[in-house]
């Protein structure tokens, strides 16, 4: 395989989907050298055609709103990989969703996925609409037009979608609803991410966040360190904030940032268990403004307009909001500010540059395909309780969780130890991933 020849030719053919080039060549530039030992992979053209989604499905989402008044959107779903099982990945509602971004995160998910241990293939879906400003009414009238046009698309053991950015609790609810009018099927494994009295799974809606912070705690121990009494800075204050703020708070750490497009709120003494309560209802208000903190908790929060998070001194940074949230100059920024480790919590939260320099400058650094991989093995967990008509306790879960995320370490650090001894963890991930999938891929024939 030659990395810069397949790119090419990708770059030729989607000229204008920067995102999903991005993911596509971190991923070919990481399993390069180990992909040549394998002419196997060659003869079946195993990059070839793992880089390419198997279908796209676009369509229009038609709802009304408040006033009235007609509005559409445009809804995705790509079901991008099933070699070792049926499609999962979330849906994203943001007005920045585009194909590019949806091929992204279904490629990335297909590696994630391969590395929770579960049969789980990688999808993703989603659409532009923006739900910040809008009522319960119409995120349910858009849920239910949305739903109208994608249930003929999934099934338990077809496509599992989950919520993302923008879907959580509430949105997966109206779309269950819908689904279950639809289909006149009350099966429960169509979507995790439920309601704990309707098939959901409890430690659900915490597990990308637990889950991360499983992994932190993994990295550090393995380098020889502790998160107990480290400063943790975090992007975003949503689902995934929100638990990784409360799994830092338990294990020791002190959380003292989070972010949002409109600044940072630096948490003078860290952040407390109403904080993070807090942060719950700043997400369903649909506010979209980390400075409703600072408003609630004056003294204790201090609010900055048009700074990151990254812009905190910390030991920890942990970005938990978006896609090339964090760039290069954040990464100096980081540095300066003394930290000393990042774990991407979003998926591919930092940008190529930013990811060169922790790894140039003797950072910590582990992808998001590692460290986010909670929430969707949880996600898996849900889906295999449903299976069986049966409801775990949270102790259950949450050990399983533990198990799934040393797991995923182990897999990196098998994969990713270079003849130095240090742990290249990008590399680890991807390459561990990929084998996976593209063995079953081989196994299976041409097809």
């Avoid at 929060?301 to 978006?322: E, M, Q, R």
């Avoid at 760039?327 to 990042?342: P, R, V």
């Avoid at 774990?343 to 400058?361: L, R, T, Y």
Wanted: hydrophobic share 40%; aromatic share 10%.
């Amino acid at each position: 395989m030659k990395t810069e020849a397949i790119m090419a030719k990708l770059q030729a053919k989607y000229p204008l989907e920067k995102e999903y080039l991005q993911a596509v060549q971190e991923v070919l530039e990481s399993i390069e050298d180990v992909y040549n030992q394998h002419p196997e992979f060659e003869a079946a053209k195993i990059v070839e055609r793992i880089v390419e989604p198997d279908r796209i499905f676009t369509f229009r989402v038609t709802w009304i709103d408040d006033r009235g008044e007609v509005q559409t959107n445009t809804g995705y779903r790509i079901q991008f990989n099933s070699a070792i099982g049926p499609y999962k990945g979330g849906l994203r509602f943001h007005k920045a969703v585009t194909p590019s971004m949806l091929k992204f995160l279904g490629f990335e998910q297909t590696f994630k996925n391969a590395l929770t241990t579960l049969p789980m293939g990688g999808a993703k879906g989603g659409s532009d609409f923006d739900p910040v400003g809008k009522s319960d009414a119409e995120i349910m009238r858009f849920c239910q037009a949305f739903m109208l046009e994608l249930w003929q698309c999934i099934g338990p053991d077809q496509d599992i979608p989950a919520g993302d950015v923008g879907v959580g609790g509430r949105e997966i609810g109206f779309l269950y609803g819908m689904y279950k009018k639809l289909a006149r099927e009350y099966n429960t494994g169509v979507l995790t991410g439920k309601g704990g009295t309707w098939g959901g799974s409890i430690l659900r809606p915490e597990a990308t966040g637990f889950g991360a912070l499983y992994f932190t705690q993994h990295l550090l121990d393995k380098a020889g360190k502790t998160i107990e009494g480290k400063k943790v800075a975090l992007s975003g204050f949503g689902n995934v904030a929100w638990g990784a703020a409360t799994k830092a708070t338990q294990l020791g750490a002190k959380v003292v940032a989070i972010s949002g497009p409109d600044g940072v709120c630096h948490i003078l003494d860290g952040i407390t268990k109403e904080m993070i309560d807090y942060m719950l209802v700043m997400r369903a208000s649909n506010r979209n403004k980390v400075e409703d903190m600072a408003v609630k908790f004056p003294g204790k929060a201090v609010f900055t307009p048009g700074k990151k998070a990254w812009s905190i001194p910390c030991d920890i940074a942990l970005p938990c909001a978006f896609q090339n949230e964090l760039s290069e100059d954040d990464a100096k920024e980081l540095k300066a500010n003394g930290c000393w480790c990042c774990c991407e919590v979003s998926n591919m939260g930092c940008q190529p540059g930013a990811i060169h320099f922790f790894q140039n400058n003797g950072i910590l650094f582990a992808p998001g395909k590692a460290v986010n991989a909670g929430g969707v093995a949880t996600s898996g967990l849900e889906m295999t309780q449903n299976a069986e008509h049966i409801s775990w306790d949270a102790q259950e879960v949450d050990d399983k969780l533990h198990f799934i995320m040393k797991s995923i370490h182990e897999q990196c650090v098998k994969f990713g130890t270079q003849p130095d001894g240090h742990v290249d963890y990008v590399k680890g991930a991807n390459i561990a991933g990929f084998m996976k999938v593209a063995t079953a891929m081989l196994e299976q024939g041409i097809v």
